[in-house]
């Protein structure tokens, strides 16, 4: 029983690292508000760089494909270049969705309806789910084939490329974009997820290897989260700092508001009581420029 209270005391502690909303329900939707702007610009030169890579990596490819002699692609559910190239699609269509939308809150101050936060970890989960598929190695053992069967080029260097981009996909999740880890540890989950059930499904070019990559791969993506806390600990500082200034600033024009209803003249003061914001009427009523 003593073990158990140790070890709930301590996940009740790692989760109140990552989670940290404000106790005030308002104060924390007025936070997140705050992000939102930054948060869709971001997503949309994101989804714009994953959109030329995309085109510049993938549709290459099915031009090669279709205009072999011995084997030209034709789509069909028996070809494992048809999975290939449809969640390639299905990630461009994403990505163009995800920029039209971008664009219309931006430029045209349009779906304000949205939750940029959901829309950002959505685009960002589906890509990372959909990158082991576009692997070319990965995709025709999925079809239980081999891949020098399948491709005219050779593939074994697809997972390293996929591991690349999934970690690029996780940098811009953590550090590009302010997304609040409350729901951000979402990502690097699906993302070492993924890659483990694909290894364990279809196996790895690089058997091998593929256990120090799940090492690296759970390293990389703890300092990446780690650093998403940290700048999520400083933007909410530096929010409640501005906040606090606000609310200096609205005391302060109450009571000038209300001095100006008592009082014949209203005197403003620096920190080091020298008069500021003096008027004609301030040099008028003491008779001296003030």
Known sequence: ????????????????AIDMRFSDQAAEMDFKSSLEPELARMLLLASLMSLSAQSLIYWPNLVLESRRVDDPFAWGSHDPRTL????????EIVAVVVVTAGLAYVRYNRLKFLNWEYVSLGASVTLISS??????????????????????????DGEMISLLGLLAVLAGVCIHMPVRTCILWIAPLIGILSYMVVIAIVGSPIPGGSL?????????????????????RHSRDTWLARQEVQ?????????????????????????????????????AFFGQPM
């Open 1 to 16: 029983m003593g073990m158990w209270s140790v070890r709930k005391r301590g996940l009740r502690g790692c989760w109140k």
């Open 84 to 91: 290939y190239f449809s969640v390639a699609a299905l990630n």
């Open 131 to 156: 990158l082991f598929p576009m692997s070319a190695w990965h995709a025709a053992r999925m079809f239980g084939k081999d891949p020098t069967s399948v491709w005219s080029r050779e593939t074994g």
């Open 212 to 232: 120090k990559a799940i090492v690296y791969l759970m390293v990389i993506n703890a300092f990446l989260f780690r650093g998403a806390c940290r700048h999520e």
């Open 247 to 283: 609310e200096q600033d609205l005391v302060a024009q109450g009571l000038h508001a209300m001095a100006g209803t008592l009082c014949d003249i209203v005197v403003h003061l620096d920190a080091n009581l020298r008069v500021v914001k003096a008027s004609t009427v301030h040099n």
